[in-house]
């Protein structure tokens, strides 16, 4: 075997020259490293999870506006869990304002449902005694109307509906413009409205004493009754508790 020189033999590689050859394998190691640097295409579909990644180490800046939404967007957002139920709210009235429209027969000819008309206008038997001024016309001045339940708890109005098509008077006066008492009973007059058999209202027609009924007396501006040709028409509500509703009976 042959050996080297003893001046070769105890020369041994100083420092500076250690760091040099270091620093060289360094640059050569970053240049290898830039070179097979991963690109997105490098990466299968699907294959980084949201388990793979790290919470809080993605921000918005890292994330293209619009990129994260769902597979189906259609512009909207999907609709969050189902919220749990509120309290019910109070009880509110039932069939409030109902209504009916009579016209100057007596005749219902509109309404929201459960009116009838019993009698319109009768003349009754007189039962007055002999000898005495008949009473058949006592009821000849109202309508009567079943209204297909028990009014106590209930509220009546009435109201006088103008017919300004109708010459009422004979006067060819039909605009409200005549001057005098009642000259314009297409525009005016009176009307009075009870329910029926109560202490207060009596009703005189077979059928009609009973708290389903109620009356209705239009009458002339100076409170006389109207008589044939005279007729008003007007409207009739019942308001309040409705939830009682009998069947209507003629």
């Given at each position: 075997m042959k050996l080297l020189p003893s001046r070769?033999?105890?020369r041994r590689p100083s420092a500076a020259l250690l760091v040099s050859v270091s620093a060289l394998l360094v640059a050569l190691g970053g240049t290898s490293y830039a070179a097979v640097k991963i690109q997105t295409s490098d990466i299968a579909n699907g294959a980084v999870t949201s388990a793979k990644i790290k919470n809080e180490t993605i921000g918005s800046n890292d994330v293209r506006d619009g990129s994260l939404r769902p597979r189906d967007f259609s512009g909207n957002l999907p609709a969050g869990p189902q919220g749990p139920q509120g309290p019910q709210g109070p009880q509110g009235p039932a069939g409030v304002s109902r209504?009916?429209?009579?016209d100057s027969s007596g005749a219902i000819i509109s309404q929201s449902g459960g009116f009838s008309v019993t009698t319109a206008y009768p003349t009754l038997a007189n039962t007055s005694p002999e000898g005495t001024p008949s009473n058949a016309l006592r009821a000849n001045g109202n309508?009567?109307?079943?209204?297909g339940e028990d009014l106590s708890n209930n509220g009546i109005i009435a109201t006088i509906a103008l017919q300004n098509t109708v010459d009422l008077n004979g006067d060819a006066i039909t605009n409200g413009r005549a001057m005098g008492a009642d000259a314009n009973p297409?525009?005016?007059?009176?009307?009075?409205?009870?329910?029926?058999?109560t202490p207060i209202t009596a009703c005189a027609?077979?059928?009609?004493?009973?708290?389903?009924?109620?009356?209705?007396?239009?009458?002339?501006?100076?409170?006389?009754?109207?008589?044939?040709?005279?007729?008003?028409?007007?409207?009739?509500?019942?308001?309040g508790d409705s939830t009682d509703p009998v069947t209507a009976t003629p």
């Open positions: 070769l033999r105890d209504w009916a429209l009579v309508v009567y109307i079943n209204a297409e525009f005016s007059g009176e009307i009075a409205v009870s329910q029926c058999g027609p077979a059928g009609t004493g009973n708290t389903n009924h109620l009356v209705v007396s239009p009458r002339n501006s100076d409170g006389s009754p109207t008589a044939d040709g005279q007729r008003k028409r007007f409207y009739v509500i019942v308001t």
